[in-house]
C-alpha cells in the first residue's frame, strides 16, 4: 500500500493562493489514479478533483473548476492541488488519496493524514 503525506496547507486571505503537495512512498502511484478531497468541520468529507494515472484525465467538483488544479509527477511520486482565487468555503482539511477513477471516498484505499488550509474574508 502506498503512503501519502501532504504538505503545504496555510492560513490565507480570500483570493489568495495556495500549493498544495502530496508526497508518495512505499510505493509508486504511476498505477493509480489520485484524488484530492477535503472535510470541513461538522461536513463529511466531499470530492475535489481527481487526475488518471497517466495525467490525461482530470475531473473537477463543480465548487472547484476554474480555480483549481491538479497536477502529478510520477517521476517524482507527487501530486499537486494549485487552488488559486480562494474562498472562506474552502477551508477545510485537505487530503491525497489514491484509487480508481472516481469522485467517491470509498473508491480510494490510502489516504494521508491531511493539511489544514483556512482562508479568511
Known amino acids: 500500500q502506498v503512503q501519502l503525506v501532504e504538505s503545504g496547507g496555510d492560513l490565507v486571505q480570500a483570493g489568495g493562493s495556495l500549493r498544495l503537495s502530496c508526497a508518495a512512498s512505499g510505493r509508486t502511484i504511476s498505477s493509480y489514479h489520485m484524488g484530492w478531497f477535503r472535510q470541513a468541520p461538522g461536513k463529511e468529507r466531499e470530492f475535489v478533483a481527481v487526475?488518471?494515472?497517466?495525467?490525461?484525465?482530470?475531473y473537477y467538483a463543480d465548487s472547484v473548476k476554474g480555480r483549481f488544479t491538479i497536477s502529478r509527477d510520477n517521476a517524482k511520486n507527487t501530486v499537486d492541488l494549485q487552488m488559486t482565487s480562494l474562498k472562506p468555503e474552502d477551508t477545510a482539511v485537505y487530503y491525497c488519496?489514491?484509487?480508481?477513477?472516481?469522485?467517491?471516498?470509498?473508491?480510494?484505499?490510502?489516504w494521508g493524514q491531511g493539511t489544514q488550509v483556512t482562508v479568511s474574508s
Open positions: 488519496a489514491a484509487g480508481s477513477w472516481s469522485t467517491s471516498v470509498q473508491h480510494f484505499g490510502s
Open positions: 487526475i488518471s494515472w497517466n495525467e490525461y484525465r482530470t
